[in-house]
Each structure stands twice: as structure tokens, then as C-alpha cells.
């Protein structure tokens, strides 16, 4: 139903997307209904994105809240990137500070989380602090994988945060670099 509902927004069909997008909820709440633990806590997860992808960002971040007091204690790794998972949906809704607090507590369990790196990046980004932006871009490059959509947007935000400082050239470059790598506005 995800899958669905992505391929309905991508066509601009936003009426249908948000329809199946609907249905994914209620398929995840009957999830978590049969199964509280393992199968509920991966069905929260899926949650709490449909809930942002919807704009529903308070029921998104209560979500997030669930799942990440649900986790047991062994999931460190796997929590941190609930908890940057997290801080875009913060970041969506201008809660920056938030965000960051969110951000530097999943990257104190794992420095080496690319997500976070980049959720870094643009809520300091948001907030005018371009070069902390920059240096947060920089490692969410370093530790992305070399294809994908996580670099592309890490070069992007990068751009957008050298533009903002008024290093034109580098952004140019950084713009270029994320096109090159598929990223489009």
C-alpha cells in the first residue's frame, strides 16, 4: 500500500496517494493489534513515515515516541535511526532545536549514521548556521553510499548551505555533484 501510494504521488495523482496511504495506516494498526511486539514495532515504524508522509506530524511523532520507548535495550544501533528518523519529521514542522537535541542523542549512540548526519545538516541549515551545516553535509556524504538518494540530498543541502554563506562556486559545485547523482527538486 507504501509502495502504491508512492507511485500515485510520483504521478501527481495526490487524492488516490493519500487514499492508499490511509489504508497503510489501518493494515498497521491491525499489525499492531495482532502482534504488540515484533511485527506491532515494525508496523509503528511504517506508521510514523505514512503519518508524516500525510502531514499528520504530531500522530507521526507520538509514533516515533512509541516505537522508541518499545525498543529493547540491545537495539542501540537500530534506535538511533528511529530517533533521526524522527528528527526530519521535526525539522518538517520547524522544531529545530528539537531536532538537533533529537539528532545529537542518535548520533552519540552512533556516529557513523548518515541519516542524522544530514538530519544535522539541515536543521542547521534552518537555523543560518551554514558552516556547522556544511561540516554535518560533509560527513552525511562520507558515510552514504556511494549511489543513492541520501548522498544526492546530503550534496543538495550541502549546496543550498554554501549558497546561503555566499560560497557560490563550491555550491554551484555541490549542486552539480547532486544532480550528477540523481537528485531532483
Known amino acids: 500500500l507504501v509502495g502504491m ?5 510520483d504521478m501527481n495523482r495526490q487524492e488516490e496517494a493519500s487514499e492508499r496511504y490511509e489504508e497503510a495506516v489501518n493494515a498497521c494498526d491491525k499489525a499492531i493489534e ?9 508496523a509503528r515504524l511504517i506508521k510514523a513515515g505514512i ?10 511523532l507520538a509514533t516515533y515516541d512509541e516505537v522508541i520507548k518499545s525498543m529493547p535495550a540491545d537495539s542501540a544501533i537500530f534506535n538511533a535511526t ?26 552519540e549512540i552512533d556516529p557513523t549514521n548518515p541519516i542524522a ?11 543560518g548556521r551554514y ?3 556544511v561540516s554535518a553535509y560533509d560527513k552525511a556524504v562520507e558515510l552514504s553510499p556511494e549511489l543513492g538518494l541520501l548522498k544526492a540530498s546530503s550534496w543538495q543541502g550541502k ?3 554554501l549558497k546561503a554563506s555566499g560560497r557560490q562556486v563550491e555550491a554551484a559545485a555541490a549542486f552539480a555533484r547532486a544532480k550528477e547523482l540523481g537528485y531532483k527538486a
Open 5 to 9: 501510494g508512492n507511485m500515485l504521488k
Open 34 to 42: 495482532l502482534d504488540p511486539n515484533f511485527t506491532g514495532l515494525e
Open 51 to 60: 503519518l508524516s508522509e500525510l502531514g499528520r506530524y504530531n500522530e507521526s
Open 82 to 107: 528511529i530517533m533521526a528518523d524522527k528528527s526530519s519529521v521535526l525539522v518538517k514542522i520547524g522544531e529545530y532545536e528539537e531536532a538537533l537535541t533529537t539528532i545529537n542523542a542518535a548520533l
Open 117 to 127: 548526519w544530514k538530519n544535522k545538516g539541515e536543521a542547521l541549515n534552518y537555523t
Open 131 to 133: 558552516e556547522e551545516a
Open 159 to 161: 549546496g543550498d548551505a
